[in-house]
């Protein structure tokens, strides 16, 4: 297990009250800190290239983040910059990269603890807290250096938009998303499958609010492994928002920190499975600071840990999956025959 992080996150200040805070920074360096303590290692984030950027924002939009440098600006509703907000989001995304880089060269799982977020930042727009999509330059790199096929899992509470778009019509990266539904972005809706090349490789989840451990589950099991095997991806990065955990103050969902461990589970034993053990996560949202540092250290452990083993179901109320299982087969089932 590779940890890629650094102090310099705690430097992209938003307003007072911003949820997409300092101090989620600060939670991050203790979790980096305890790693270190116990023998890990921690290697610095690096910037990323202009040339590693304009591979899916538009070379324009790289110039107007630019220009933010040393001013406080407001790019959306909520999506602010401070003085070094654009170093702070380049290191976001060359971290991303970097993880990337050293799952392929080592085969054991890589992890980012950065801020801000990406995966609502679109090719030429900066939302939701994201400036850069650090994980779709992630995806874009490693298809740059000769990986065929990408799979991002995305489990953050929120529909990664960004990412979505800047692949859609993409047949080399499936996208996989579970969120809560109807929901900021509003993006994320079961027919979203992909156009042109692109159709069958976006997945959405879309989850009613109150959805839980045993939800998550059933939708990983049912939905997200099967496809995820089909698809043989060759690299897999892990969109690891923990804001669908029952604590958090923007997310309506009920997933407790076991139920974030059973689902990076999911996706660790899939990376062992398909791509040799190649799987880069990067966190994204989770803005409940006891329920992020207990989800970043459940991470950590699980991803440190040797081969898999078969994991047993969660049991419980899965009547919200179950409300959206048969919507998602039947929108993917033309692509995908594990799912008829
Ligand atoms: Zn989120």
């Known amino acids: 297990m590779i940890l890629i992080g650094g102090d310099r996150f705690i430097e992209h200040q938003p307003p007072a009250g911003h949820p997409e805070r300092p101090a989620r920074a600060e939670v991050m360096a203790a979790v980096a800190r305890r790693w270190v303590e116990a023998g890990g290692a921690l290697t610095p984030p690096r910037a990323a290239s202009r040339g590693e950027l304009v591979r899916v924002h538009r070379p324009a939009y790289v110039d107007r983040i630019a220009d933010t440098a040393g001013r406080r600006l407001r790019l959306d509703p909520d999506t602010y910059t401070s003085d070094t907000s654009y170093e702070v989001a380049l290191l976001a995304a060359g971290a991303v990269v970097a993880s990337v ?58 529909h990664g938009n960004g990412t979505q778009w800047m692949f859609y019509d993409d047949p080399a990266v499936l996208y ?40 998550y589950d059933r939708a990983m099991r049912g939905l997200v492994v099967p496809v995820v095997t089909a698809f043989a991806p060759d690299l897999i990065l892990l ?23 059973a689902m990076t589970d999911h996706v660790h034993r899939l990376a062992a499975r398909c791509c040799r053990g190649r799987l880069a996560a990067v966190t994204e949202g989770g803005y409940d600071l006891t329920a992020l540092e207990a989800c ?8 440190s840990a040797g081969p898999p083993a078969p994991s047993a179901v969660i049991t419980g109320d899965t009547s919200r999956a179950d409300r959206v299982i048969p919507a998602v087969r039947q929108a993917l089932a033309p692509y995908w025959p594990e799912l008829r």
Do not use: K
């Open 239 to 261: 969109s690891a928002g923990f804001d669908a955990h029952a604590r958090d103050p923007l997310g309506g969902m009920r997933v407790s920190t076991g139920g974030y461990d």
């Open 176 to 215: 996989v998303s579970l969120h809560q539904y109807p929901f900021y972005p509003g993006t994320g809706a079961v027919d979203d499958v992909g156009r042109a090349e692109g159709l069958g490789r976006t997945l959405n989840v879309p989850l009613e609010a109150g959805a839980g451990d045993a939800d």
């Open 296 to 303: 970043l250290d459940s991470t950590l452990a699980r991803l």
């Open 101 to 158: 880089e050293a799952t392929l060269e080592q085969g054991a799982p890589a992890m980012a603890l950065v801020r801000p977020p990406g995966h609502h930042a679109e090719a030429d727009r900066a939302m939701g807290f994201c400036l850069f999509n650090s994980v779709a330059v992630a995806a874009a790199a490693a298809r740059a250096a000769g990986i065929e096929r990408v799979a991002v899992i995305d489990y953050d509470v929120h």
